[in-house]
């Protein structure tokens, strides 16, 4: 139970793409995390978290508001969330706490691409006026969706944000990934080297031939002006802020850090921190004969686009090596600077009182069956991320909780942490209990939505994916291709047999079919509330 009926500080560390199983106290023998190890070890670390959709902007804006991607809108990346959305940082700050975001968002777009994907009226039918195309007639666009557009950045690197964004008073915004990060951060690096972009990309990259992994190159970048040691310092600022001016009002700080989301770029020591020849091959490399996988064969075969990072692909022995050694390098980094931002925290005087969290948006195959980054196959490594917290207002935290939750549960578990109740429409559980050894609330499975904007592993058209995910099965359900997947976790935890069609788990698949059914019910929208009787 709660030790002090005072409001808690939070800080909220988050990282961008990363698995479970890259942390050492998750079971990985090699990534060294001695911070974030040393963390869960005073705290309670969650095994079964999961997200709500695995790509960046729908989940983090799930995580903000506690809603499925079908109800908030964003169902995929390319659409921002809309500046009427309540977030649970919204209600925080109503209820007295300061709030701040150091680092990415990504509630917004950030390339400052137009969307390839345009409304095509019916063949032979009149298209309506053009702010009719649209179910909802309010378009989200103008400058208050522009807040994370890189070039705006690149065309004003002194520009700031407008407050309260999504309910953060204090922003130091970060933009993009890897050694091409801009918002707040360019100005940053500016100020401390005469001329940044001879740092940034391939083209000014230091010369090393022994990878030859897509997306990889050896940054000019050095430590102390990466990405990440900007977000330490801010937070370690804003840390040490808190500390020193006497205010005992509580405080949110989100302090997310764009990697280890591909491009490969861990600077100076953290290139050659770890030797790809000495990583292990995921267990189902190269394993697995699903209909996606062989489409995905094929396309890979056709040439596709390795030159982007968001277009999943296949990779050979040598490049999954490196592409692990590297995440494992910028992982390691971003631990250091935890270890620092830590810290800080005890010497603000501030660690007594605070609730440390840590998450990512979402997972990566990372080698799994061969594949790389992220799309709409729902593997562990993909949907399964990790969820530490360290609660010094809690007696007997438990060392490690199987409960199943995910990032649908963050929002409402924060508010209730808070003392504040969730408001209508919000979704999800209230899992402190989960962590303050109190009785744990029913969850039969956590349900998973994806949706593309386009033709995705080879398919031409958009595909939509739904997955049901409980403590022993992953199903999922494919449109519009005519395809389904059962894995049974606890016989196949690696996902290579897929038993949608075998007819020993039939009767199992209709029971879990007819569950998930009804957990599609219980998650349909709530909002808005009736303002009168009929």
């Known amino acids: 139970m709660s030790k002090s009926k005072r409001r808690p500080n939070f800080l909220y560390i988050v990282t961008d793409q990363q698995r479970a199983d890259h942390l050492g106290c998750y079971g990985n023998p090699i990534v060294q995390t001695p911070n974030l190890n040393a963390l869960a070890a005073r705290g309670t670390r969650f095994d079964r978290f999961y997200v709500a959709h695995p790509v960046c902007m729908p989940n983090r804006s ?93 065309d004003d690197p002194e520009r700031e944000v407008p407050v309260p964004f999504y309910g953060f008073d204090h922003v130091r915004l970060c933009t993009r990934h890897s050694d091409n990060v801009q918002g707040h951060y360019r100005a940053w690096l500016a100020a401390r080297h005469e001329d940044p972009d001879s740092l940034r990309g391939p083209r000014n990259a230091i010369a090393d031939d022994r990878y030859s992994a897509p997306f990889a190159w050896r940054t000019s970048i050095p430590e102390e002006l990466y990405p990440t040691s900007f977000i330490a310092e801010e937070t370690i600022k804003y840390l040490r802020d808190r500390g020193n001016d006497g205010d005992d009002t509580p405080f949110f700080l989100q302090c997310s850090f764009p990697d280890p989301h591909a491009p490969f770029t861990p600077p100076g020591k953290y290139w050659d921190m770890y030797d790809p020849d000495e990583i292990p091959l995921p267990p189902s490399y190269g394993q697995g004969d699903t209909f996606p996988i062989r489409q995905l064969r094929e396309w890979v075969k056709s040439g596709p686009n390795r030159n982007m990072a968001n277009i999943p692909y296949m990779t050979t022995e040598k490049e999954t090596r490196e592409c692990i050694a590297l995440t494992y390098g910028m992982i390691s980094m971003i631990d250091d600077a935890i270890g620092r931002i830590m810290s800080e925290l005890e010497a603000a005087g501030l660690a007594e009182d605070t ?74 559980l209230d899992i402190v209990p989960a962590w303050s050894s109190g009785s744990l609330p029913n969850r039969p499975g956590i349900l998973i939505e994806h949706d593309t904007h386009r033709g995705h592993l080879g398919f031409e058209d958009p595909l939509r994916v739904r997955s049901y995910v409980t403590q022993r099965y992953r199903t999922s ?57 009929a």
């Open 355 to 428: 609730i440390v969290i840590f998450n990512s948006d979402h997972g990566d195959w990372m080698g799994d069956h061969g594949l790389m980054l992220k799309g709409p196959l729902h593997y562990q490594g993909l949907v399964r991320v990790p969820f530490i917290v360290a609660d010094p207002g809690m007696d007997g935290q438990p060392a490690a909780s199987e409960f199943l939750c995910g990032s649908l549960d963050f929002a409402r578990t924060i508010l209730a942490r808070a003392g504040v109740s969730a408001p209508n429409g919000m979704q999800g």
């Open 62 to 154: 799930t995580l903000m508001t506690g809603r499925l991607p079908s109800l908030h809108k964003v169902r995929f990346n390319g659409i921002p969330l809309d500046r009427n959305a309540t977030t649970f940082v919204d209600i925080l700050r109503a209820d007295g706490y300061r709030t701040g975001l150091i680092g990415k968002s990504h509630l917004q777009n950030f390339t400052g691409m137009d969307s390839k994907r345009k409304y095509e009226a019916r063949e032979g039918y009149r298209a309506p006026s053009e702010d009719l195309r649209d179910a909802r007639k309010s378009k989200l666009t103008g400058p208050e969706y522009e807040v994370e557009n890189s070039l705006k950045w690149i």
């Open 477 to 533: 359900v494919f449109q519009p291709i005519d395809y389904c997947e059962m894995y049974d976790l606890q016989e196949d935890p690696h996902e290579l047999n897929n038993v949608w069609d075998d007819p020993r788990y039939k009767p199992e698949r209709d029971r879990l079919l007819e569950e998930w059914m009804h957990q599609l019910i219980a998650h349909q929208d709530t909002s808005p509330l009736p303002t009168r009787l």
